[in-house]
């Protein structure tokens, strides 16, 4: 996988702002579970999130930035791993996102710094 940059980043938080604009979330949202809704409310996808110290997953290390890709009726979540320094860019995995702690996207890639 090629290096996900702060510009792939504001690129894909347009194309979801886009969507929502449109109204395609809502309506894909009114025929998901409760729990679903609940979850995207709670994690929603227009933000990054750095995964906590201690999680239990194998690509968890200090500072790994990850992206919220779906939603399961089990109360989990796919993130994609955008950062981090054990090699694990790339990677999906289902994850329990109370594991997950949402950050701006100036922390997840500053603009003072090279990506």
């Not at 994609?80 to 054990?86: E, F, G, P, S």
Request: glycine fraction near 4%; charge should be negative.
């Amino acid at each position: 996988m090629a290096k996900y940059t702060r510009q792939d980043a504001e690129r894909d938080l347009f194309l979801l702002a886009q969507d929502e604009r449109a109204g395609l979330v809502k309506e894909w949202l009114a025929t998901r579970p409760q729990i679903v809704q609940d979850l995207y409310k709670k994690y929603n996808p227009d933000r990054f999130y750095r995964v906590k110290p201690n999680a239990p997953y194998r690509f968890t290390d200090e500072g790994c930035i990850v992206a919220i890709q779906s939603f399961f009726e089990n109360g989990s979540v796919r993130v994609k791993v955008l950062r981090d320094r054990t090699g694990h860019m790339g990677v999906d995995a289902a994850v329990d996102p109370e594991w997950l702690e949402p950050i701006s996207l100036d922390e997840a890639f500053p603009p003072d710094k090279a990506n």
